[in-house]
């Protein structure tokens, strides 16, 4: 694990989370500054099995998170698992002040420790909105029924109609914040975004970092840019607040962040539009997220066999404690560990791995079956730094488009250094496939020696993200034979089904494994393979999107909406595992459908049933 022991570094560490605080925000950003923005400087090991010294700083949490944990854990006493969802609790906005909650909590009656459901509704109902109550719907002002020029290749009208109706759930999904969050934003967990944005459907009632990507690639679809740089701008509001995109829109998600997207989003926006101002006013807050995630302890330095020396980035979250949207999941979670140290490290798994936004999979433990083994800030992961190559290329495009030669030329610097790095980390010959790396748990030093025993050999979609950008293969060889050997890798590796790409080849109940299938994957491996300039990699993504497109039609056939993930064996099915039921709407399912509507169409002769 790396050691940061450079007191500087520190201290800039912290002083990079302070917020501006333009004054018609003064109210939000002194309480934010007060309760939120505060790094406790205790610390404890990071793996329960490491006791290698490391930057442990961790992110406080507010008064309300602090109650509303407290509410989350005493309801499910009374109420039961049954049915129960933490995240609720922790959504809820208060009606009044924290001071006067707290005291009628106190005061409720509790039989041998647990308080009576009626009381326990009665005291919700008086003090406290429905969650999501702190956003109202709002009409997106450039949404069409049917937009011109809407998906010119899809020819087939079932398929078009069906489409038509996808469009028309951004009108759904399509939210503001309340003024009560401005105006009083200590009774809500709910940051105060300025300008209206897209929810990602059901539970999840706010914005999330890497879904709004491909809501994005969707929205596009739809011609409604305005709408689409609404939510960048939202995002570059969170950056310019927290030097981070967080987790999602809630205080409680501020210690982590999730796959850094958006500088992707101002590219896709830029290409649409040309809107070269929306780029300059942009620019400075991408540089800013990149350098969350190339210092500190999101970086890590490796040296390779040839004494080469590489810098690439990992997960890590800067948290120690149960999550608050999954508290008392986590508690449970954490039962078996004997100590407070063993707990703290295994809750900064947990949080770390939420940052992925691989929560949960097996690609993160060492044993596949056992949630407590789980080592993502022992990993570093081929998808990161893809996206943080992506990254580089895109700052340096846009400096260069905006006549900045200086940060042109250090970002190009940059990108050269990480596909080096990737190739020379992460590549693994033998099976033609992109590796996570390990850190051994004993591995304290500062710079990381490499051993190809480290590399992760199971098989996941993420293997192949590399493929997003084919610059990447660049120095693997010859680029058409690099091409044919990573999609023969691909169609040996087990991934394809007949419904579309799995997450991995692993059954063990968890969301981010067999037999589940998620959009983004699916978007940007089908995305890779088509633009490899090969006649076989293109056939083969019209075939992937196919069978993605199918199974999406069929289970809006079935039950009527959009899912947030399909069982790849079979056309129409719905996924599932993981510690919530499954969620429909949904964002970037919707985005990602209309971007493949978009890219392959859909020919009046194509039959849209499952094939027997």
């Not at 099995?49 to 406080?60: G, I, K, L, M, P």
């Not at 503001?176 to 105006?183: E, L």
């Not at 190809?452 to 050999?457: F, H, K």
């Not at 692993?506 to 890779?528: A, C, K, M, R, Y």
Request: net charge negative.
């Amino acid at each position: 694990m790396k050691r940061i022991s450079n007191p500087v570094s520190k201290l800039m560490a912290v002083t990079k989370h302070l917020p501006k605080m333009p004054s018609h925000s003064f109210n939000f950003f002194s309480f934010l500054f007060s309760v939120l923005l505060v790094i406790s400087v205790t610390t404890t090991r990071a793996a329960a099995s490491s006791s290698c010294a490391v930057d442990d700083r961790t992110y406080s949490t507010t008064p309300l998170v602090s109650f509303l944990q407290r509410l989350q854990s005493e309801a499910l006493k009374t109420l039961g698992p049954n049915s129960f969802d933490p995240k609720l609790y922790v959504d809820l906005p208060l009606k009044k002040d924290l001071s006067l909650t707290e005291a009628a909590f106190w005061k409720l009656p509790r039989v041998k420790g647990i308080i009576p459901e009626n009381y326990l509704h009665r005291f919700l109902e008086a003090y406290f909105g429905d969650a999501g109550e702190d956003l109202v719907y709002t009409e997106p002002e450039d949404f069409v029924p049917e937009p011109e020029g809407f998906l010119p290749k899809v020819f087939n009208p079932k398929v078009r109609a069906w489409a038509l109706e996808v469009h028309s759930l951004w009108k759904n999904l399509s939210r503001r914040v309340s003024d009560n969050v401005k105006s009083h934003p200590e009774r809500h967990t709910l940051l105060p975004l300025p300008e209206p944005l897209i929810i990602p459907g059901s539970r999840f009632r706010e914005v999330y970092y890497w879904d709004s990507y491909w809501i994005i690639r969707g929205l596009l679809v739809s011609k409604m840019y305005d709408t689409a740089k609404a939510i960048v701008n939202n995002l570059v509001w969170l950056v310019d607040a927290y030097g981070h995109v967080p987790n999602g829109a809630r205080v409680y998600y501020a210690s982590r962040s999730q796959p850094p997207l958006l500088s992707s989003m101002v590219m896709e926006i830029y290409t649409r539009t040309g809107d070269l101002e929306f780029v300059r006013k942009s620019l400075p807050s991408l540089i800013k997220e990149y350098t969350f995630w190339n210092s500190g302890i999101h970086k890590v330095t490796i040296q390779d066999l040839h004494g080469h020396k590489h810098s690439l980035s990992r997960y890590y979250a800067r948290w120690n404690k149960p999550r608050p949207e999954s508290a008392t999941i986590d508690e449970e979670s954490a039962s078996k560990f004997l100590n407070d140290s063993d707990r703290e490290a295994f809750f900064r798994e947990v949080a770390s791995t939420a940052e992925t936004g691989w929560d949960f999979s097996s690609r993160w433990m060492s044993n596949s079956y056992d949630l407590s083994t789980l080592s993502t800030t022992s990993i570093i992961p081929v998808d990161l730094n893809t996206y943080l190559y992506k990254e580089e290329l895109d700052i340096a495009f846009f400096a260069q488009k905006l006549g900045d030669i200086e940060t042109y030329e250090k970002f190009i610097e940059a990108s050269n250094a990480r596909q080096f790095a990737m190739r020379s980390i992460f590549w693994n010959a033998e099976m033609n496939q992109w590796l996570d790396y390990w850190i051994r748990s004993d591995d304290c030093e500062d710079v990381h020696q490499f051993d190809v025993r480290n590399q992760n050999d199971r098989i996941f979609a993420s293997n192949f993200i590399p493929i997003w950008n084919w610059r990447l293969t660049s120095g693997l060889g010859e680029h058409s034979v690099i091409v044919e050997r990573i999609y023969e890798s691909f169609l040996k590796s087990g991934l394809l089904q007949p419904a579309g790409i799995a997450t991995s080849v692993v059954n063990n109940g968890q969301q981010w494994d067999f037999p589940n299938g998620w959009s983004p994957l699916q978007h940007i491996i089908i995305e890779g393979l088509s633009t490899a300039g090969s006649k076989a990699s293109y056939g083969l993504a019209q075939d992937i999107a196919v069978r993605w497109i199918r199974t999406n039609y069929a289970a809006y056939n079935t039950t009527g909406a959009m899912h947030e993930k399909y069982d790849v064996e079979g056309c129409g099915k719905v996924g599932g595992g993981g510690e919530y039921k499954p969620q429909t709407g949904f964002g970037w399912s919707n985005g990602v459908l209309l971007a493949l509507l978009e890219e392959f169409g859909w020919s009046s002769d194509r039959d849209i049933e499952c094939s027997s």
